[in-house]
Structures are given as structure tokens and as C-alpha cells.
């Protein structure tokens, strides 16, 4: 079992940052993939930002890349997403998730219970 707690979500305004934290506990850490997705009211929950075992391999949704930048912190079983230039459209729900399988996090393995960021104009 690997459990996940976000933290770092609040209320910031269009163009602000935000740095989200996920603190991982129980199985090895370094032996998953990580990822943030997100949902938005009334939408399907999306995929963000994912990061490789190792940190060296990332990957982001075409509507955060240059924004948003995911990084993981092994000794600490620490996943963070940084957010900046914050848009409207970015408030949702955030969720970290953990693959243990795949890069691509499609079946992830666990995630925790989302942190809100809301982006006022």
C-alpha cells in the first residue's frame, strides 16, 4: 500500500503560482512512476504532469507545458508540481497519483484525496 496526501492548494489569482506538495508513505517510492491529474466541476478528471522513477523523464498536457513543471524529491518520497502563470481555466481538484507499471500513468495504482486550486480573474 502506498498512501499519498496533497497539500499546497488555496485561492490565487490569474497569473499567480502555486507550488503543490505530495507526500508518499508505505511501499518504495522510488519504485513508482508519479503523476498530478486534475478535475474540474462537471468535467472528467485529466491528466497533468508525470515524472519517472528516477526524476529524468517527464511528461506534461499540452495545456500546462511551459507553465508547469513536476519534480520528485526520492529521499524525502516527495512529488511536487510548481504552477505558474495560473489561468482561470487551471481551477480544478489535483490529485497525485502512483503508477507502479507504466510512464503514462493510464491504471494508476493509488492517489490521494486532491488538494482544490481555484484562480480567480
Known amino acids: 500500500q502506498v498512501q499519498l496526501v496533497e497539500s499546497g492548494g488555496g485561492l490565487v489569482q490569474a497569473g499567480g503560482s502555486l507550488r503543490l506538495s505530495c507526500a508518499a508513505s508505505?511501499?518504495?517510492?522510488?519504485?513508482?512512476?508519479m503523476g498530478w491529474f486534475r478535475q474540474a466541476p462537471g468535467l472528467e478528471r485529466e491528466f497533468v504532469a508525470a515524472?519517472?522513477?528516477?526524476?529524468?523523464?517527464?511528461n506534461y498536457a499540452d495545456s500546462v507545458k511551459g507553465r508547469f513543471t513536476i519534480s520528485r524529491d526520492n529521499a524525502k518520497n516527495s512529488v511536487y508540481l510548481q504552477m505558474n502563470s495560473l489561468k482561470p481555466e487551471d481551477t480544478a481538484v489535483y490529485y497525485c497519483?502512483?503508477?507502479?507499471?507504466?510512464?503514462?500513468?493510464?491504471?494508476?495504482?493509488?492517489w490521494g484525496q486532491g488538494t482544490q486550486v481555484t484562480v480567480s480573474s
Open positions: 497519483a502512483a503508477d507502479y507499471r507504466s510512464f503514462s500513468l493510464r491504471q494508476p495504482d493509488y
Open positions: 508505505g511501499r518504495t517510492f522510488t519504485g513508482y512512476y
Open positions: 515524472i519517472s522513477s528516477t526524476g529524468g523523464s517527464t
